[in-house]
Structures are given as structure tokens and as C-alpha cells.
């Protein structure tokens, strides 16, 4: 029981698409991270927020944006990617910076 | 700053052989480590975790035991099954940091097959 939800679960989009991917967590967390998982690279941290504000941008490239409306949700919202961008987009949740941290089942994202 | 070392993968190991993945870390404070496994096609599950020196964390039937004079959290299980195949990682935090300190810090990441 993972309590953090994603959807979609796979996405395939072209570069010149707009697209956002969602995280709910349901576990009453305060802090919500986004990973990229590419294949044979370690897991990257490409953002992170605790009580809705954003704490840290590990140097993403600005066709990567993050939205946290609210403690229980947080959405990335992706356009004009490259192929390069084609990876599984994990989100975890964690009671507070620092706490063990939960996650979701990833989306697998194809970018063609 | 902190890392985390797994020992270079693939492990391929035999139904009901004994299982040891290494992990070694370095941390400026004083972390909790984490294992975490990834079965195929899913995310990341918290498989164990320890907090302090000596904390043994287990779970399924894997163990680790956090060592501070060797600075590690080795994963081990008395016996393997076909559906322990996954990927495992070993991760650290540092409770006591904030922004970047507080983040999860990962290893690579080590693919086990279990055959049957």
C-alpha cells in the first residue's frame, strides 16, 4: 500500500505537444518530490516541495514545469520535450523533508 | 557532500541461495538508510529501513543491520525465491537537513534474477 497515485500510467507524445502528469498522494504529506528514472542512470530528484512551496530545482530544463496547488497533489507539466526526455517520471511523498520517503508507480513517458 | 556505493550487477543466483547485495555510504551527519526494491514495470516500494547505529531493519525476510564503523547497510535473505527478481537500491537521508541536505540520496541500483 503506496497511498501515492500517478496518472497516466504511459504516455506517448510527440515534441510539440503539451502534456501534464499528476500525482495525489493520499497519505497526509507535506512534502512531494518528482524523480526521473532513466534506463542505466541513476534516479535523478528533479524537484521537491513541502507545504506547497518549492525547496529545491535540481537544474531542469524550463520544458519542465512543476505545479503544487495543494499538499495532496502535485502535477508536472511538460512541452516541447526531446526524445532524450523518454524516461519513467517517479513522485514520492514524504510526511516531511527529510522523512521516509513513498512512492508511486510511475508514469512512462515516450517522447517521439 | 553524501553518497551512496552498490556493488556493480547483475546478480544471478539460484532458487533458495543465500542473497548479500553491499551498499556503503558516505554522510556528513547522521543518516537513515533505506532499501528500497522496483519489481518490473512498477515504482519504487520501501522494502526496510534503519535510523540509527546498529537499527536492524527487515521485511519479508531480508535484513540489513546499520553499521557506523564500516559505514554500511548490507541487504541479505536466508533464501531467495523466483519473485524477489527485481531492482534494489539502497538510499540515505539526512533527517536533520534542509532543502538539498534532506533529500534522499541513491545508488544506482542492482538488477537480481532468481531462476527457479
Known amino acids: 500500500e503506496t497511498g501515492v497515485t500517478q496518472t497516466p500510467r504511459h504516455l506517448v507524445m510527440g515534441m510539440t505537444n503539451k502534456k501534464s502528469l499528476k500525482c495525489e498522494q493520499h497519505?497526509?504529506?507535506?512534502?512531494m518530490y518528482w524523480y526521473k528514472q532513466s534506463a542505466k542512470k541513476p534516479l535523478e530528484l528533479m524537484f521537491v516541495y513541502s507545504l506547497e512551496e518549492r525547496v529545491e530545482n535540481n537544474s531542469v530544463p524550463s520544458r519542465f514545469s512543476p505545479e503544487c496547488p495543494n499538499s495532496s497533489h502535485l502535477f508536472l507539466h511538460l512541452h516541447t520535450l526531446q526524445p532524450e526526455d523518454s524516461a519513467l517520471y517517479l513522485c514520492?511523498?514524504?510526511?516531511?523533508?527529510?522523512?521516509?520517503?513513498?512512492f508511486g508507480p510511475g508514469t512512462r513517458l515516450l517522447v517521439l | 557532500g553524501n553518497s551512496v556505493t552498490q556493488m556493480e550487477g547483475p546478480v544471478t543466483l539460484s532458487e533458495e541461495a543465500f542473497l548479500t547485495i553491499n551498499c556503503t555510504y558516505t554522510a556528513t551527519g547522521y543518516p537513515s538508510l533505506f532499501w528500497y526494491v522496483q519489481y518490473p514495470g512498477e515504482g519504487l516500494q520501501l522494502l526496510l529501513k534503519?535510523?540509527?547505529?546498529?537499527d536492524k531493519g527487515s521485511n519479508k525476510g531480508f535484513e540489513a543491520t546499520y553499521r557506523k564503523e564500516t559505514t554500511s547497510f548490507h541487504l541479505e535473505k536466508g533464501s531467495v525465491q523466483v519473485s524477489d527478481s527485481a531492482v534494489y537500491f539502497c538510499?540515505?537521508?539526512?533527517?536533520?537537513?534542509?532543502?538539498?541536505?534532506?533529500?534522499?540520496?541513491f545508488g544506482k541500483g542492482i538488477t537480481l534474477s532468481v531462476r527457479p
Open positions: 534503519a535510523t540509527k547505529a546498529d
Open positions: 538510499a540515505l537521508s539526512d533527517p536533520g537537513g534542509a532543502g538539498a541536505n534532506s533529500k534522499l540520496t
Open positions: 514520492a511523498s514524504s510526511q516531511e523533508l527529510g522523512a521516509t520517503q513513498y
Open positions: 497519505l497526509g504529506h507535506n512534502a
